[in-house]
């Protein structure tokens, strides 16, 4: 018995023994099919070299995609052995040479179209365009197949090591989980598995629009709204102010917080306000450009979309208008694609981390050593003195962040001391004091932006313009580190409208959202001046007053997070992860009881349609057609050939890292790729200040002078506080022999506050060119003269 059990073993792992130089000779496979690819790219001068860290990147991702591919055929091969010996390993030694001439086939594809066949495969054939050489696939199946048939024999006669199974599976299973980390691009992603993952997606693409309308979202421009009944005959256009405080939930205007933000709750009494307001997402980033446009999510935030969308926003229809329009916000404007939504929208006036000067302190850093940025302090303080003056009327909106945790605000002793003075003569209950004991950071965050808040309307009201200007207080969402009693919660912010325009104070009881505030300040301007608005337009909300005359119209969608839309609204009835409640008049929740399955099943099927709606007008560009759109697409286009080599000297999201390598060919004298490089870097990040900087350089480097001093005169208008911008403005005057525009420069960098040694070095450089120049000149008039003198004396 014994004896049978050893032999039995022995015959087990000599089968894993012939298992594993199968798949090892894949993982050789698959890196022979690397070369070529990279081979035939460098043949056609696509790519600058054949080994290259994009190519390692390559081998990474074909090693992990062997590692998943022989995790299910270890457990194939093991089943059909115990079935019958020899079927498994047969089995596993036709899957592979298959694989292996797919993606050859898959290579070549892309080899001779520039792009990798995805979900497109599906319409492969309708099209004449599609180039591919069935004998060059051919020829490198061949060849890979003799490399392999080569190397399984010497594979073969090496193995030692691996015994067993389930440490056989382990290791593939790890490998295949360290190489989804990485970030892939076309050029370094394994094709097969690039082909299955589009496939895939498309499949279970359940959220697929199937109505009749081209733009869902379309509807004509409602030029009447509840709101012109509360405002006075406007005599001109008005300013807006737009004020988005991170994190500001009701429970501070409305709630058992309001003590700690008095200032905000004393402008509540002069203020338009709604009780029953609510932020259409969870995120900070996402609510902006509801706000600003009420747009659709997309996934994650209209910011985020990859791709350009035509639409129209307050930005454009008051651009329009003759609106001077500007957006300030103390941290970086590059995360979520904010920075290329407001480039796209042609803002005016950008204050962002880059914009602040030398006289402003940045916030504390947290644990991992990383800032927000500037505080709400220097928020409004960089605003009020950096703002340019405009004759005409205003678009400015303000993004804070101090109520963001870290809650890293100046003095923050002072504002705890505040918390505990302000907890201790409040009526809160014993679990509220409690919390705000736990949470004094927090707390002290809501207060000293309150007392900032009111700074900054104190300005306002000694300004000239206070009189003819609207502004808009909200909040982004409810913050998750504060107590949330139901699922509702999370989006529940005030609203406050104020503005010396109003004829009187109010409360609002119906239930609106950030999406209407655009339709409806739209609406009340238009039906106080002679507007230009176009006809239609793809907004989410309606109005902010008004009710609807329909059942079933109010439809309210809520981005819970990043990829979570799990919660809708419609009428009275709010859905949330498959739970049903009643909303009353104060938005208290009240499950809905058994039996009412009509009302369930028409809930969720109006929310299954927006969120395919929301889907298909982001993916394919159907917010509003073209015509109507007030932007255009201006990012950059970039051929197919220039992508392959732009993803091989880049690969990943640290744009940082992109730079660097633009400039490291800039040095050698490859000024062609580096602004190749530059172009892409501003196409994905429009306000990477260096790589802005750098372009102009290279064009100095180049000899174009003329064009480097155009470029960095624009560069310095867009950020007058960063220093590195003059430096290389003056290299260029230097380098140049145009020493004459040094004083201009000089003047401009004092007035911006600049301060920057190198800077001083330069213009201590130029001066002394042009003293030499002058009293060279000097000493050269003077000479002439006594030449002139003898000559009349003779």
């Known amino acids: 018995m014994l004896e049978y059990r050893e032999e039995h073993i022995e015959s087990k792992e000599r089968k894993l023994r012939d298992f594993i130089p199968v798949v090892l000779t894949f993982f050789v496979g698959l890196a022979v099919l690397s070369i070529y690819q990279n081979t035939m790219l460098y043949s056609m001068g696509v790519l600058d070299s054949i080994f290259n860290s994009s190519f390692f990147l390559y081998l990474l991702h074909h090693l992990g995609f062997a590692s998943v591919i022989s995790l299910f055929l270890a457990f194939v091969f093991n089943l059909l052995e115990n079935k019958r010996p020899g079927l498994g390993l047969r089995t596993v030694k036709i899957t592979i040479p298959i694989l292996l001439v797919l993606e050859a086939v898959l290579i070549t594809y892309y080899i001779q179209n520039f792009e990798p066949l995805g ?40 193995y030692t090591v691996i015994s067993r199974m389930y440490p ?55 030029k009447e709204t509840g709101l012109s009944a509360y405002f006075r005959t406007m005599d001109s256009l008005p300013h807006i102010k737009i004020i988005l405080i991170d994190g500001l939930g009701n429970d501070f205007v409305n709630g058992c917080f309001t003590d700690f933000m008095p200032h905000l709750q004393g402008l509540k009494l002069r203020s338009l306000s709604w009780r029953n307001f609510l932020s259409n997402t969870g995120e900070s980033h996402a609510s902006f450009p509801t706000v600003i446009g009420s747009l659709p999510f997309g996934e994650s935030g209209f910011t985020t979309l990859p791709d350009f969308t035509f639409r129209n926003t307050l930005y454009s229809v008051l651009k329009d208008n003759g609106y001077a ?21 042609k803002v005016d006036l950008i204050f962002d981390r880059n914009n602040f000067g030398n006289e402003f302190r940045l916030q504390e850093e947290d644990a991992a050593g990383i800032t927000l940025g500037y505080p709400d302090g220097a928020l409004f303080s960089n605003f009020q003195k950096n703002a340019k003056k405009f004759h005409g009327p205003k678009l400015d909106v303000f993004m804070t962040l101090s109520t963001k945790a870290p809650f890293h605000i100046p003095n923050i002793d002072k504002y705890r001391d505040r918390v505990v003075q302000i907890a201790e003569k409040s009526n809160l209950n ?125 439809q309210i969608p809520l981005l819970r997070s990043a990829y979570k839309m799990h919660d809708f609204i419609v009428d009275d009835f709010f859905y949330s992860d498959g739970d049903i409640y009643q909303l009353d008049q104060n938005l208290i929740l009240r499950e809905l009881k058994d039996g009412n399955t009509t009302v369930v099943e028409a809930i969720e099927q109006k929310f299954e349609n927006f969120k395919s709606i929301n889907r298909y007008v982001t993916t394919k560009n159907r917010i509003i057609p073209r015509s109507l759109s007030l932007i255009e697409d201006r990012k950059p286009k970039f051929s197919k050939e220039e992508m392959i080599w732009i993803e091989s000297v880049f690969n990943g999201k640290d744009f940082d890292n992109a730079y660097s ?45 003329d064009k480097a001093i155009e470029i960095l005169n624009r560069v310095i208008k ?23 525009g040094t004083y201009e420069i000089q003047r401009l960098s ?40 003898v000559s009349k004396r003779k």
């Not at 957006?327 to 979520?336: D, E, M, P």
């Not at 139901?486 to 959202?513: D, Q, T, W």
Request: proline share 3%.
């Open 168 to 222: 056989l599976t382990i290791v593939f299973f790890s490998i295949f989980l360290a190489t989804l980390y990485s970030d892939k691009k076309p050029v370094n992603e394994n094709k097969t598995q690039y082909l299955a993952e589009h496939l895939t997606e498309r499949l279970l693409q359940w959220e697929s629009y199937e109505g009749a309308e081209e733009y869902p979202l379309l509807r004509p421009f409602k």
């Open 661 to 705: 390598n633009a400039k490291h060919l800039a040095f050698q004298k490859d000024y062609g790729r580096a602004l190749l490089l530059c172009e892409y870097i501003l196409s994905e990040i429009p306000r990477h200040a260096d790589t802005e900087i750098l372009v102009g350089r290279i064009h100095a480097w180049k000899g174009d002078y």
């Open 325 to 345: 329009t500007s957006f300030s916000y103390g941290g970086n404007t590059a995360l979520f694609n904010m920075d290329r939504f407001l480039e796209e929208e």
């Open 430 to 554: 014993g679990s509220a004091q409690r919390f705000v004991r736990r949470n004094e950071a927090l707390f002290s965050s809501f207060v000293y932006a309150d007392e900032v808040l009111a700074e900054f309307m104190e300005m306002e009201r000694s300004s000239s313009h206070f009189s003819n200007t609207i502004y808009i207080i909200t909040g982004s969402h409810q913050l998750s580190e504060i107590s949330q009693d139901n699922p509702l919660a999370k989006y529940r912010v005030p609203l406050l409208i104020f503005s010396p325009l109003l004829k009187s104070p109010g409360e609002m009881e119906k239930v609106a959202s950030h999406a209407d505030i655009a339709p409806s300040l739209l609406a009340l301007l238009s039906a106080n001046r002679p507007i230009k608005v176009p006809g239609q337009l793809g907004f989410l909300g309606d109005d902010l007053v008004k009710q609807f005359a329909k059942k079933g119209d109010r």
């Open 119 to 158: 979900s497109d495969i599906f319409g492969l054939f309708s099209t004449k365009e599609i180039r591919f050489s069935l004998l060059q696939a051919s020829m490198a199946s061949l060849i890979t197949g003799g490399v392999c048939f080569i190397c399984y024999k010497y594979i073969a006669s090496l």
């Open 750 to 789: 004092r007035k911006n506050g600049v301060q920057d040694k190198i800077l001083d070095e330069k213009f201590k450089r130029s001066i002394a060119l042009i003293v030499n120049k002058e009293e060279e000149e000097g000493a050269q008039t003077m000479q002439q003269k006594t030449v002139e003198q």
């Open 718 to 740: 867009k950020y007058p506080k960063y220093g590195d911008a003059y430096c290389a403005l003056m290299d260029a005057y230097f380098w140049s022999g145009q020493n004459g």
